[in-house]
């Protein structure tokens, strides 16, 4: 039963990648955002459509999208086998979730040439950088890895005392 539980984090890639380019779809081609457009929601949140043409913050924008797609490509290549050598179920749920949040922004690339990005957070004249769907899965990920990364080794080192 636990080889098909590892086996079920393929859902969440799915979920990721689906809720993700749904909420793009919905955005870009039924409501018609283009980019600039933006609603102030609170003092520190606003609803935006931002398309950013490098990796996180705009790094590396000056490269071709293909370069970039590239790049993100063989980081989830990287991520795919350590998913399929893994035998741990945090650690695939949590690479799953990264690699669905990974592929929904590599779609965008290779569709729009450019990340759709749509929350922005801010407070006292600081913006934190606008993100999408497709980040929350990637953090969500990575929070598993650690989370298994902290408490698997401490679980461990229990078993030893």
């Known amino acids: 039963m636990k080889a098909n539980f590892a086996h079920m984090s393929i859902f969440a890639f799915i979920l990721a990648v689906l809720i993700d380019q749904a909420h793009k779809l919905y955005m870009i081609n039924v409501v018609g955002w283009k980019g600039g457009e933006g609603v102030v929601v609170t003092p520190f949140f606003d609803y935006v459509l931002v398309w950013n043409r490098g990796i996180s913050y705009g790094l590396f924008s ?24 893994s035998h741990n179920e945090w650690v695939r749920w949590g690479i799953a979730l990264t690699l669905g949040g990974g592929a929904g922004n590599i779609i965008d690339r290779l569709v729009h040439g450019a990340v759709a ?38 679980a461990e080192a229990q078993k030893k005392d």
């Open 62 to 85: 000056a490269l071709p999208p293909l370069a970039l797609t590239g790049i993100m490509m063989i980081a989830v290549l990287g991520l795919a086998v350590w998913w399929a050598t």
């Open 117 to 154: 990005d749509f929350f922005s957070f801010h407070a006292y004249g600081f913006y934190w950088y606008i993100f999408n769907l497709a980040d929350v899965a990637i953090a969500l990920g990575l929070f598993a890895l650690i989370w298994d990364m902290v408490f698997h080794k401490e």
